[in-house]
């Protein structure tokens, strides 16, 4: 078995979910009792947040890059990232990356092209639904991308921001996050929303899904399932 090597504490929420969601992963398909060996890295989200609002890419690319190295001194067979907007960088990640390192971006549109959607709306921080990272993967495989209006993307940044990474998860928030899911279904045609920031699972649960009209796309399964078939491998 493989070892994986994450970065997290970006933030601090959805990490705890992708220990938690390894763990049940591997124990459902290895139920002889036995556990998956892995590393967490828990950096530090405000310094990559100020770096990434400066504009200073090369800098966070500078910065995961120590970080991954230390999973390989640590004996990590390969990583990933726990967070979806520190891959603005993923790519330079890779190619001085020593460890193979697995996409939540491409993991999320294999996940899609093989559910049949060809059309999705993304919610996620301002930077990974401004930045064109996840548009430059899915269109290689054509599939479009859809996303909410600028005030709605502010809106969807400022309560991720300032509510969900800090583990509040409000009965309004989740109804206005519905209200502009529904308004992307009926006038954008999607056919499906992905959920381009891993604490949105945590308050867009997969029975909300009824309630906006369209499939959720829940970004941190889906990189937990390509994590663990990796470890398995």
Known sequence: MKTVGIIGGVGPESTV???RLIIKSYREQRPDGSYPFLFVNS????????????????AVADYLAGEVER???AGADFGALASNTPHLVFDELRRRSTLPLISIVEATRDAAKASGLRRLG????RFTMRAGFYQQVFSGEGLSLV???DAEQDYIHDRYMNELVNGIFLPETRG???EIARRLKNEEGIQGLILGGTELPLIL???DADAAGVPFLDTTRIHVRAIVAEMLS
Do not use: C, N
Not at 43 to 58: F, G, P, Q, S, V
């Open 17 to 19: 979910e992708y220990y």
């Open 43 to 58: 950096i530090d989200m405000t310094r990559m947040r100020l770096l990434i609002e400066a504009d200073e890419l090369a």
């Open 71 to 73: 999973l390989a001194a």
């Open 122 to 125: 993304l919610f996620g921080t």
């Open 147 to 149: 996303m909410p209006g």
């Open 176 to 178: 206005r996050l519905l």
């Open 205 to 207: 649960r997969e029975s």
